[in-house]
């Protein structure tokens, strides 16, 4: 479905007059992802992550390589399949305008493909499918606890039909048993809807109970991918001394 191939993305230095003065953020990152696969992205902090997803979302553009989705670059699939990417970010405080209230701030993008007469019964629909009651529709994003603010933001992100989902740290930011229920919705949400997803993560606890599939991104490469189940067997340094973590908390 998704294929990212020898991507590159350098930034300017910070202060420097030169405009060749620049740092590479992601140096020649290829990877796959196949229809209904679950993907982990696991990486340190500043190491490319988010850049890499804002890539996929074509906010920013590479600087040399190609990503393609079902074989087309990404604005013309985007124009083709309305709706049919998502994302949801770390930072859910800011991902909805604190002046739209629940039901506001969930009908938003289905506007893209419906009318307003239609969305009323699909956003008591999409609160019920995320576990929220009907009582928060009215409520704003401030009234709200993080773990039914970052349901709120899955609601949004579910509500155009998509088929790929970017879940960029989408659980980092809460506490531990949130995370617990949230990675459970995900899970559900993937089989009931057939969803593809990239999970970007740093905690491979959550990865790994979640995906099929993990890519260790360092230093600007995917050092290695490695099925879910053959963690343990893993040679490489970064990616042994994460599982070793694990490990140890467990
Ligand atoms: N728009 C930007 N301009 C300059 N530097 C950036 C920009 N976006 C990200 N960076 C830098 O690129 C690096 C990777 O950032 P990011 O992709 O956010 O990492 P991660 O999500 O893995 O924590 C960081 O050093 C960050 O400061
Ligand atoms: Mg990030």
């Known amino acids: 479905m998704l294929k990212v191939q020898n991507v590159y993305k350098s930034y300017p230095k910070a202060g420097s007059l030169f405009k060749k003065n620049r740092f590479t953020v992601l140096s020649g990152i290829s990877f796959e992802i196949k229809e209904g696969e679950c993907v982990g992205l696991i990486g340190e902090s500043g190491s490319g992550k988010s850049t890499l997803s804002r890539l996929i979302m074509d906010l920013e553009k590479p600087d040399e390589g190609t990503i393609t989705l079902?074989?087309?670059?990404?604005?013309?699939?985007k124009k083709k399949n309305p709706g049919e990417i998502s994302v949801v970010f770390q930072d859910y405080t800011s991902s909805v305008n604190p002046r739209f209230t629940v039901e506001e701030a969930i009908i938003e993008p289905?506007?893209?493909?419906?009318?307003?007469?239609?969305?009323?019964?699909?956003?008591?629909?999409l609160l019920d499918r995320v576990a929220l009651p009907s009582k928060l529709l009215q409520r704003y994003p401030h009234e709200l606890s993080g773990g039914q603010l970052q349901r709120v933001?899955?609601?949004?992100?579910i509500s155009t039909n998509p088929r790929f989902i970017i879940l960029?740290?989408?659980?980092?930011?809460?506490?531990?048993s949130v995370q617990a229920q949230?990675?459970?919705?995900?899970?559900?949400?993937?089989?009931?809807?057939?969803?593809?997803?990239?999970?970007?993560?740093?905690d491979l606890q959550a990865v790994a109970s979640l995906c099929d599939k993990v890519l260790f991104l360092y230093k600007g490469k995917i050092e290695e991918e490695l099925l879910v189940t053959d963690l343990a067997k893993t040679e490489n340094q970064y990616a042994k001394k994460l599982v070793s973590s694990v490990i140890t908390f467990d």
């Not at 079902?70 to 699939?77: L, R």
């Not at 506007?111 to 007469?117: G, P, S, Y």
């Not at 933001?153 to 992100?157: D, Y």
């Open 70 to 77: 079902e074989g087309e670059s990404i604005p013309v699939w």
């Open 110 to 125: 289905m506007l893209v493909k419906e009318n307003i007469a239609k969305t009323a019964t699909k956003v008591t629909q």
């Open 153 to 157: 933001c899955i609601a949004r992100a």
């Open 168 to 176: 960029d740290e989408a659980i980092s930011s809460l506490d531990v």
């Open 182 to 202: 949230i990675l459970d919705l995900l899970k559900e949400l993937r089989a009931d809807l057939n969803l593809t997803y990239l999970f970007i993560a740093h």
